[in-house]
């Protein structure tokens, strides 16, 4: 048996999920990976070894996520690191989107992966160790981008629950960290993984032109070579001291930095007013 970490990723199928499946299983790794269909998972990680385990998994479901959990237990006789990678993009206006996209979207990035976080816990405390990876985005950090606020919210979730999470299990020898990618030459952008509102509002000409650039000028374009991010995701793994934060690519890096000096300027602008609440 290998004595390399056991890794468990979710949305597997595709992706920054596929590209670190294909990379932990080419260095050796075990994998338990989960896709919502087993035959896209199978067919898309192209390997069937002993090193390897593919599941279907519902992670809106708990009971579809403790199954496969204490499958991937009994299987390799732990699990080591946790990504919490399954979720989709939605760009639609704030008043455009119904209450049930907004909600599908929550359900899928942010209430999947606290799913799979409750699910695992217990193991990682026990044997007191492990590593939480939560895949976030530039835009859980920054988001300024017309007709993605509820995708961001959605990361902004992520990277807030991250962090606490991170000082909840510090005790019990867990790390965790949120990766926040900028664009990456993924099927992210592409019919299934980025969804858009049935009913458009003409008026917001700054909603569509986002949704059009991505759809159809950024898509395939990406600067970000997928590989590259799992190999920075299994050096973070490897580091004694892992970073909670890590930026992947440099509009992820550039953005991050706009958006600390933006903050930093209207702190300073208005620290006047900001310090004059106290109670004299």
């Known amino acids: 048996m290998s004595n390399k970490k056991v890794w468990f990723v979710t949305g597997a199928s595709k992706g920054l999920g596929l590209a670190l499946v294909k990379r932990l299983l080419n260095e050796g790794y075990r994998v338990a990976a989960t896709s919502r269909n087993l035959s896209d998972l199978n067919k898309a990680v192209g390997t069937h070894s002993d090193q390897f385990l593919p599941l279907a998994v519902n992670i809106k479901n708990e009971e579809s996520v403790q199954e496969a959990i204490q499958l991937t237990i009994s299987t390799f006789g732990k699990i080591d690191v946790v990504v919490n990678n399954a979720g989709y993009g939605l760009v639609g206006g704030l008043e455009e989107l119904t209450d049930q996209e907004a909600r599908d979207n929550f359900d899928v990035n942010v209430f999947g992966s606290l799913n799979v976080i409750r ?4 193991y ?14 530039i835009g859980g950090f920054r988001g300024s981008f017309p007709g993605f606020g509820i995708y961001c919210a959605t990361k902004f979730a992520v990277n807030g629950l991250s962090e ?25 952008l592409s019919e299934g ?26 898509d395939q374009q990406q600067a970000g070579d997928p590989d590259k991010a799992a190999a920075a995701m299994i050096a973070i793994v490897q580091a004694e001291n892992p970073p909670v934060n890590l930026f992947l690519g440099e509009d992820a890096y550039n953005g991050a930095n706009n958006k600390i000096a933006s903050v930093q300027q209207e702190l300073e602008t208005w620290k006047e007013l900001t310090t004059s609440t106290a109670i004299a």
Do not use: C
């Open 119 to 122: 699910k695992a816990l217990p």
């Open 124 to 137: 990682l405390r026990a044997q007191q160790s492990g590593h939480i990876l939560n895949i976030s985005s």
């Open 164 to 188: 606490s999470l991170a000082e909840e299990v510090r005790p019990f020898g867990i790390k965790v960290t949120i990766v926040q990618p900028g664009y990456f030459r993924t099927n992210f």
């Open 193 to 218: 993984s980025l969804v858009v509102p049935k009913h458009q509002i003409d008026a917001y000409q700054n909603v569509r032109n986002t949704q059009d650039f991505h759809q159809n000028s950024m």
